[in-house]
């Protein structure tokens, strides 16, 4: 589905071997910029499926799924965040409540979004 992040650098002797997570997201960011979803896409999964605790590549995933009305695509990457800002960011870190508010919102909306569809 997504470019291999060899083939995303392949062009670009510059780029290091590795990028840190943070460095992914703006990557990611930039890569949308310039229209490169897909590539955009690929780094935020990464990060994702790291179990990164900020909120950048979790909100980017979901609104990509959603303006493609992949809902269930939408709906993994949102469980995805829920479980880890319930699991793995501190209880004490001052954003999590409302991160994991939100999400948890989202989530359900997305979910009854697939039930009108479905229906």
């Known amino acids: 589905m997504f470019k291999s992040l060899k083939k995303i650098f392949n062009n670009d ?3 290091p071997k590795t990028l840190s997570p943070v460095d992914r997201n703006l ?7 310039e229209g490169k979803v897909e590539e955009a896409m690929s780094l935020y999964w990464e990060n994702v499926n ?3 605790d900020g909120n950048f590549p979790y909100d980017r995933l979901a609104v990509i799924y959603r303006k493609q009305k992949d ?4 709906i993994e990457v949102l469980e995805k965040a ?3 800002f319930k699991t793995k960011v501190h209880k004490e870190r001052a954003d999590r409540t409302p991160k994991l508010e939100k999400f948890e919102e989202r989530l359900e909306k997305v979910r009854e ?3 009108k569809a479905i229906s």
């Open 13 to 15: 002797p510059a780029k």
């Open 27 to 33: 990557k990611g960011k930039e890569f949308e910029k």
């Open 50 to 52: 790291e179990g990164f």
């Open 71 to 74: 809902y269930d695509k939408e």
């Open 82 to 84: 829920v479980h880890v």
């Open 113 to 115: 979004l697939k039930q």
